[in-house]
């Protein structure tokens, strides 16, 4: 039940948008608790509000009327699995920063598109079928599509937790993941992904008996290295392999090279492995794989140098499904 303070506070963002605190106070004649503990909190629970921004900048609104009613009564009709399965691995991050997940954001998505949810959602569901074909044991296995690109490969296994993005839905949830926690640099994100991912990077190193780990050193400058911020998160009881980016007059980013040759020549005279120590199994961590040459080229460096006696691993968060795929935006 709406008090009065509530009616006014929807009658102000009515008529003037948005609001900070701030304004809500002066204009209610409130303290700041008292909106937030009798009023803000109820109204954002029962989603007659919603708030942009983070602290200090944080705006309410009012929360706009969806035309999806119908359509969601129809969805929550569809088979419990299906649900279960999109509940677990749809996200999207919409245009103007929101994260819905599972059968929200799969909803929103369909209805901004036109598109019947239920229809969609079992085409949604073949497709990632499709994919998972080439899922075994929790991991795609890559190293094919390596053997299909390059003449010479020199890992033995190159494993993703997921492709990058499928086709018609684009960028899988690990993949909005991944995009948005290096573009916005969000350590919270940041920290989400590693939580994700770690048990699988120790499945691999108990599975491989994996003694020496390689993390792909950045390209790209930025406050917040995703690269780095993964090898402090994860903390594995492992002795690390040193790699290092040479620096160079003009920084050419692997993802701006659209030809194999030129990625290929890129790493060769940019990416040097420093390690001198012996390993039995080595690992290499990258956050995604396109066409594989960073992955295949230090792998080979690690052969030349003959740092390591068994397999060398290489293991991604996200990875390209056919043949030379660019992903340009990570």
């Not at 969000?186 to 991912?197: A, F, N, Q």
Request: hydrophobic content about 35%.
């Amino acid at each position: 039940m709406k008090t009065n303070t509530d009616i006014k506070i929807i009658d102000y963002l009515t008529k003037n948008k948005q609001a900070t605190a701030k304004e809500l106070v002066a204009y209610l004649g409130i303290s700041k608790q008292a909106l937030f503990k009798s009023h803000l909190l109820k109204l954002l629970q029962e989603e007659k509000i919603k708030k942009i921004g983070k602290s200090p900048k944080v705006f309410y609104l009012l929360k706009e009327t969806e035309k999806k009613d119908e359509i969601s009564a129809d969805f929550m009709k569809a088979n419990e699995i299906i649900q279960k399965i999109i509940g677990k691995r749809y996200l999207i991050i919409t245009s103007n920063g929101e994260r819905k997940e599972g059968l929200e954001g799969f909803i929103y998505w369909c209805n901004k598109n036109k598109l019947s949810a239920v229809k969609t959602a079992i085409e949604y569901i073949k497709t990632l079928g499709k994919y998972d074909k080439f899922r075994k044991d929790g991991f795609i296995e890559g190293i094919k599509k390596l053997k299909d690109t390059f003449k010479e490969t020199y890992l033995d296994k190159l494993f993703y937790l997921d492709f990058y993005s499928i086709e018609r839905f684009g960028k899988t949830k690990l993949g909005q993941l991944l995009l948005y926690a290096k573009q916005t640099q969000d350590k919270k994100m940041i920290r989400e992904l590693i939580d994700e991912i770690k048990p699988e990077v120790i499945k691999l190193i108990e599975k491989y008996k994996i003694d020496g780990i390689g993390f792909i050193p950045p390209t790209i400058k930025r406050e917040t290295q995703f690269m780095r911020e993964l090898e402090s998160g994860l903390n594995l009881n492992v002795k690390g392999i040193k790699i290092t980016k040479v620096k160079t007059e003009v920084i050419v980013p692997q993802k701006s090279l659209s030809k194999l040759k030129d990625r290929v020549e890129n790493i060769k005279k940019t990416l040097i492995v420093e390690e001198k120590s012996i390993h039995n199994n080595i690992l290499l961590i990258d956050d995604a794989v396109g066409s594989g040459s960073t992955m295949n080229e230090t792998a080979k460096q690690i052969r030349e140098k003959k740092i390591c006696r068994g397999k060398i691993i290489g293991f991604s968060i996200t990875g390209s499904f056919k043949g030379f795929d660019v992903i340009s935006e990570v």
